[in-house]
């Protein structure tokens, strides 16, 4: 219930090498120009695993990985910030793999039936497929009208077994 | 153009030890259920800044690092991972404060003026203050109906020019 409370403690460690590494310089907009669309789960640290300096990427997480729900934020790294490469990754053993947006809804409707309306339009974007999805998400931005660059897509599954990547498309 | 492909690579070096540090067993719900609110920017860090360690916490990103936006997430993880607290990080110099919805709103409708609908729909959540922004989406957090836990919810500023967080609320 208070492991906030740990930050400062963490963050005193991490400041301590912070002008050697001359990371108070970097610039706003990504240096590779690239965003990375990821799951929040926790067993994921997308800079270590894909080697991500401080400087280098946007890294978008939500629930899922999912690029539906990062349209907002990479309509901003676009045409603000002039990044051009977009990486989806989904993950194995994901728990947007483990229920259905119905199903979802009906446990919050269980707590909270004075809130029904408010439940049904959410759209928590599980998904029942793993690679299928990946593809789906890809296919989503490829097509969007609105977006700077719709070529420099790739998708990818992150193995949460073995700390592997594998690229799907 | 082409950055993904160091991915590949690097992720050869992420996985030499991962046997040796156990990750492949971790399990799905957070070790110890928070769940980090943070912006996509480039010089952020949160693994090594806060001390999170693979296994610990769920980490949603986007743009700003907007509670609002990252509702669905949240709902995922307090109801179906157990997750009970969190802890929201907006951070200085972010590119949220230097533009307004209505202003990128106008530049995506001069380039697509076909989906000038859409557009309007688009509500980019940027914020003129930053400590101030900070508290309203730690009180949209706490005022919110479906949450499981209102109340260990934190609030806090990263300082890019120097790597430091200090808590606002």
Redo the contacts between chains.
């Keep these: 219930?208070?492991?906030?409370k740990?930050?400062?403690?963490?963050?005193d460690?991490?400041?301590k090498d912070?002008n050697e590494r001359k990371?108070?310089g970097?610039a706003?907009?990504?240096?590779?120009?690239?965003?990375v669309v990821t799951c929040?789960?926790?067993?994921?640290?997308p800079?270590?695993?894909?080697?991500?300096?401080?400087?280098?990427?946007?890294?978008?997480?939500?629930?899922g990985g999912r690029a539906p729900?990062?349209?907002?934020?990479i309509?901003?790294?676009q045409?603000?910030?002039g990044t051009?490469?977009i990486?989806v990754f989904h993950h194995t053993?994901c728990?947007?793999l483990?229920?259905t947006t119905d199903q979802?809804q009906s446990?919050?409707k269980d707590k909270?039936p004075e809130?029904a309306k408010?439940?049904n339009e959410?759209?928590?974007?599980a998904f029942p497929q793993l690679d299928e999805n990946v593809k789906e998400d890809v296919a989503f931005l490829k097509n969007h009208?609105?977006l700077v660059d719709n070529e420099?897509i790739?998708g990818?599954v992150y193995e949460?077994?073995?700390?592997?990547?594998r690229?799907v498309v």
């Design positions: 219930m208070s492991v906030h740990s930050f400062a403690g963490a963050n460690e991490y400041v912070f990371l108070g970097l706003l907009p990504p240096g590779k120009k690239v965003v929040m789960d926790a067993r994921l640290d800079a270590a695993s894909l080697g991500i300096r401080e400087g280098d990427a946007h890294v978008i997480r939500n629930a729900d990062a349209l907002r934020s309509l901003i790294s045409h603000l910030l051009t490469e990486a053993d728990g947007m483990t229920f979802l446990i919050l909270h809130h408010e439940i959410i759209d928590f974007l009208p609105l420099h790739t990818w949460v077994e073995t700390g592997k990547v690229q």
